[in-house]
């Protein structure tokens, strides 16, 4: 299954601007484009700046 990192870039009222930050997307520029995704889909204690997982078709936050 795929697996993909991002980050929270804005957040604009019900959606969520993130950009991608895994290796795959470096090395192929698809961290040049902003994925617009519906915050009712994202943890709801998402902010802007908030490291992201997407595996099995759920988001989850990435602890540091």
Excluded: C
């Excluded at 604009?12 to 930050?21: C, E, K, N, Q």
Aim: charged content about 35%; cysteine-free; overall charge negative.
């Amino acid at each position: 299954m795929n697996r993909f990192e991002y980050i929270v870039e804005e957040i604009d009222g019900d959606y969520a601007h993130l950009r991608r930050t895994d290796a795959e997307a470096l090395e192929t520029g698809a961290d040049r484009e902003l994925k617009l995704v519906a915050r009712a889909l994202l943890p709801p204690e998402i902010a802007e700046g908030t490291r992201l997982l997407y595996e099995w078709m759920q988001y989850s936050i990435i602890k540091e």
